[in-house]
């Protein structure tokens, strides 16, 4: 009986224990950053203050940077969270698996936006160069406005296993860079295409978008790089095959 006294208080006195300890509160932590803005030529634009900010995962929280740019979101419970950040003048920003520590402010540094390009795309096509040269794929495509020696323009044209190939469903992606005229050509190797994970006699599909020349991106939740800036105009989708 003795025996049974002693091992019943002390699981008694680990129960209490254990209920305290759970119940001390956690202190909360921060999210901090710094909003810069551009146009897609890179020159700065007056839009990073009014930047609304949401942080979202075991809470969510939201809040607007200041004049300079600055945001700093406090009492946010310890875990992973997600950040979007908008303004109707620029591409939306989001940044993935943001860690939040107790009684430390996570600071994300300087984030940048940038305005949607004006550059649109069309009239995209491919050929293979003579057959000696074979490892070579030729793209070509025209936008307007034309691009100049002081504002050149900049196309992104994205390649996928489907017809439905866009700049959220892709599996490589490259840039026609300095457009200086209303037309642009961009030569790539087969051997690119195969890096990227096609294989040789697979269809490629590809379709372009007028991009900012700021050239940021941000990793989506599926891991998939997602490219700011760029006009929402699609160009037409083309289909090739690649050699064997």
């Keep these: ?37 551009f146009d897609e030529f890179g020159r700065e634009v007056p839009f990073k203050s009014s930047v609304d900010i949401e942080l979202n995962g075991i ?43 107790s009684n430390n402010t996570t600071d994300m540094s300087t984030i940048r936006m940038v305005q949607p390009s004006t550059t649109i795309a069309s009239e995209i096509d491919m050929f293979f160069p003579p057959a000696e040269e074979f490892e070579i794929v030729t793209f070509t495509g025209t936008i307007r406005p034309a691009g100049t020696f002081l504002q050149r323009r900049e196309v992104r044209l994205f390649f996928g ?7 959220t469903n892709y599996q490589a992606s490259v840039s026609a860079i300095n457009i200086q005229s209303d037309a642009f050509l961009l030569n790539l190797l087969v051997g690119d295409f195969i890096r990227r994970g096609f294989a040789r ?20 939740q599926n891991g998939v790089e997602i490219f700011t800036g760029l ?5 037409n989708v083309i289909a090739f095959r690649l050699p064997r």
């Design 161 to 167: 296993k489907t017809p439905n190939v866009s700049p």
């Design 201 to 220: 006699g697979e269809m490629v599909y590809a379709v372009g978008y007028g991009s900012s020349r700021v050239g940021e991106s941000y990793i989506n």
């Design 1 to 37: 009986m003795y025996i049974l006294r002693i091992v019943l208080s002390a699981s008694v006195l680990l129960f209490f224990s254990c209920t305290r300890n759970d119940n001390i509160p956690v202190p909360p932590g921060g999210v901090k950053g710094i909003i810069t803005s």
């Design 59 to 101: 809470e969510n929280f939201t809040g607007r940077t200041d004049a300079e740019g600055r945001f700093d979101i406090q009492g946010v419970p310890p875990g992973t969270y997600w950040l979007q950040a908008t303004h109707p003048n620029l591409s939306m920003y989001r940044k993935f698996g943001i860690r939040v520590l």
């Design 231 to 235: 006009n929402p105009l699609a160009s």
